[in-house]
């Protein structure tokens, strides 16, 4: 794994974004965050980021929906941080083509290793 490896946060908390941003910028990674999930079925194709790192409950469109729409043209992996944990939330976003399912609230260091397991 390279030390430049780029990720988008789509995540509407604009506190939690930040936190979540400045903690991997600090482990080597360059980061876009975007708020609204219409926003980012656009920005993900053409960024073309290493991973993104995605929310459920979005504006625009929510994370679910953003997960179906980029997963055709994205290839990278996806990990979903939500606040929705119950399982059939996790199904659903792993059927969807979520690669992995992180229920907030996470610890920055496991949800470091989970970003560079996903990046092997």
Known sequence: MSQSNRIIIVEDDER??????????????EVTVEGDGAAAIELIPKEAPDLVILDVMLPGADGFEVCRQIRPKFKGPILMLTARGDE??????LELGADDYVAKPASPRLLLARVRALLR
């Open 16 to 29: 939690l974004a930040e936190l979540v941003s400045n903690f991997f910028q600090r482990n080597g990674f």
């Open 88 to 93: 059939i939330d996790q199904v659903v976003g």
